[in-house]
């Protein structure tokens, strides 16, 4: 038989899911991590939870909401001028006519776009 705690906790479950993405700088890598806590336990995988409750304590301690913007947005600028760089690759290739080079180039460049992504989508967190 199902208890009303084990209800309450199965619905309320999606909405802690929500608000730990919704938590931003040093608060949502808290929360993140914390969720992986979590679920670690349910796997009751001891070495992650070890890892993970350092983890947590460590950016407790030591996250200062500043100064992680600021890194963040040095990375969204260091991948920025990374996919320049890869844009003037591919077009100096395409100038040479080099098959090679230009699926090389464009390999690069896809691969720059997706980092930069990654790294705004972080900025954002």
Known sequence: ??????????????????????????????????FALDEARVQNDRERIVGLEKAIDRVAIECDDDKLLAEREERVAEKRREVAEDEDDLLKAERDGDWGDIEDARRD??????ELQEAEADLAR
């Open 1 to 34: 038989m199902m208890t009303k705690t084990f209800w309450f906790a199965l619905a309320l479950t999606p909405w802690l899911a929500v608000s730990a993405e919704a938590a931003t700088g040093c608060a949502g890598k808290i929360e993140s991590l914390r």
């Open 109 to 114: 460049l896809a691969e720059s776009r997706w």
